[in-house]
């Protein structure tokens, strides 16, 4: 069991490191604002609920536990949502989402330009 | 690098924010040398508080620097020649961590032997902060008081007048109604961890000056979601100055108390027949004391400044 | 395990500050330093593991809940104070 409880923690750890590696080069990397905070937000909730439920795959049960998952549930609620505001907030600050009028030929659909709300 | 950009920089918003990312790193230094209720003050301080009232001044002023009209050359050769001096002075203490230098000969090993017996609280900085150097936590309590009074009599220019206080104020971000749903499911868990972290000082890091704090940033998130108007309705400015006179006031009672009793200010082991209780209780007390006070005047803090940004307001209507 | 992670944590912080510092626009910042904070959150939590003291659990709670109030501050004081446009700034 013990054993057990170590691989799924560090198969969470390491792929929830993996998802945070990815967001931050994409947060490098995109060429626009909505772009990368696509790849910021989207990465980091998953990436961030996977290393703390890791985390709680160590410590079993006990304040640690509850701790870890008030982080948890903390995070999820508060990166989302932060990262909606500030979405909008830029939206409405007349920052364009960059539409390049060849997008078909780059290989990306109709539904999928970046056009968040 | 992050303070060397913050001074070549003119923009003074980037300044805050590259002040609080400043105030990050240098919690997690605290961090590294194992001092948690350091580190644990700097991040609610230092990242939280000092950001917001930051920003809530910026709104004030302009944003962006003035020309400086001097070349401030003096005051930087002061300042070298006051480090360098500083420098000097290091070199004749003790090396760093060494088990011989003066604070682990005299008075360490008592705090560190010793509290459990005679404070019986596990977390050894509280029961030095409030016990044993009680006074100085009275010191710094009155030093939060002091500038709560000093911005509340220099902001005070415009009271509100009856027919102001109808009114309300709308509330800025009324768009954002996703941001206002999650700030109400939120803002419970964070008034619950302020109150965990007033009352858990006694065995893990925490304590009035960071519970204060986070509740005050609390209070702040629900004003800016939802205007100052309906927080005034919660947090009267009238209830706003009794308590933060109350908070120092307990502190200051809870010394007197300990002379009626017998023992000398802030001595708390005659508070109960068992000194390990009267320590108890007393910490307890000073601690809720200091906790009040600093949410308090976090509080007016900001509704003083951004009073000052909303009333124009009023006069548009 | 957990010192990869604190390690993997580290570079994500840091490519998050470089584009604090490059940002051209102000909202770039906000995100980066945002992202910047929520990887703190974890990084403090990992260090509690890794030193094994769980109190540090703590510190991790108050970063998350003032990583939030202080992106939403500034995210309120941009909106709504100055009217500049502010698709480029320096």
Not at chain 1, 30 to 50: M, N, Q, W, Y
Request: hydrophobic letters at 50%; charged letters at 15%.
């Amino acid at each position: 069991m013990e054993v057990l409880f170590d691989i799924i923690s560090w198969v969470c750890l390491v792929s929830g490191s993996f998802f945070c590696l990815t967001g931050g080069i994409g947060l490098l990397r995109f060429p626009d604002f909505f772009t990368r905070i696509h790849a910021a937000s989207l990465t980091d909730t998953l990436g961030a609920s996977l290393i703390l439920v890791g985390l709680m795959f160590q410590a079993g049960w006990g304040l640690v536990f509850a701790k870890l998952l008030l982080i948890l549930m903390f995070s999820l609620l508060a990166g989302t949502t932060a990262s909606h505001a500030m979405a909008k907030a830029s939206l409405k600050s007349g920052l364009k989402p960059l539409e390049s009028d060849d997008a078909e030929k780059d290989g990306v659909p109709e539904g999928e330009r970046p056009s968040q709300q | 690098m992050t303070a060397l950009a913050i001074t070549r920089m003119n923009d003074l918003f980037a300044v805050v924010m590259l002040s609080g990312i400043y105030s990050l790193m240098s919690a997690g230094f605290f961090l590294d040398l194992d001092a948690v209720d350091v580190a644990f003050t700097e991040a609610s301080v230092g990242a939280g508080i000092s950001t917001l009232l930051m920003l809530a001044s910026l709104k004030m002023v302009k944003r962006y620097e003035g020309k400086t009209k001097y070349k401030p050359m003096l005051a930087l050769g002061v300042v070298g020649a006051t480090a360098l001096l500083l420098i000097y002075g290091t070199l004749d203490m003790p090396h760093f961590g060494s088990a011989d230098a003066p604070i682990h000969q005299h008075v360490a090993p008592r705090y560190i032997n010793d509290s459990m017996a005679e404070v019986g609280v596990p977390n050894i900085v509280t029961s030095i902060l409030a016990s044993y150097r009680g006074y100085d936590t009275l010191g710094e309590t009155l030093v939060i008081f002091t500038a709560g009074i000093g911005v509340m009599s220099l902001l005070r220019v415009s009271r509100e007048t009856k027919d102001q206080q109808q009114k309300r104020v709308p509330a800025d971000m009324q768009q954002q109604i996703i941001l206002r749903i999650v700030a109400k499911m939120m803002l419970p868990l964070i008034l619950l961890f302020a109150l965990y972290v007033q009352f858990h000082g006694d065995y893990g890091p925490g304590g009035g000056f960071q519970a204060g704090v986070i509740f005050a940033a609390g209070i702040i998130l629900y004003t800016m979601l939802f205007g100052l108007s309906t927080a005034r309705l919660v947090f009267k400015s009238s209830l706003l100055q009794k308590l933060t006179a109350v908070g120092v006031l307990l502190y200051a009672g809870v010394g007197v108390a300990c002379m009626l009793l017998g023992g000398n200010f802030l001595d708390y082991n005659v508070l109960r027949h068992d000194p390990v209780h009267g320590q108890h209780l007393g910490i307890l007390l000073v601690e809720l004391g200091v906790g009040i006070t600093v949410a308090t005047v976090m509080i007016t803090l900001f509704f003083k400044f951004t009073w000052r940004t909303v009333k124009h307001k009023y006069i548009e209507q | 395990m957990y010192e990869l992670t604190a390690l993997i944590l580290l570079v994500v912080m840091g490519l998050a500050l470089v584009r604090a510092f490059l940002g051209p626009t102000l909202y770039d910042r906000i995100l980066a330093v945002n992202n910047f904070g929520t990887k703190t959150v974890l990084l403090i939590a990992i260090l509690g593991f890794l030193g094994g003291r769980p109190d540090f659990l703590d510190i991790a709670i108050v970063y998350a809940l003032i990583n939030f109030i202080s992106i939403i501050a500034v995210l309120r004081f941009f909106e709504y104070s100055s009217k500049r446009p502010m698709d480029e700034e320096s």
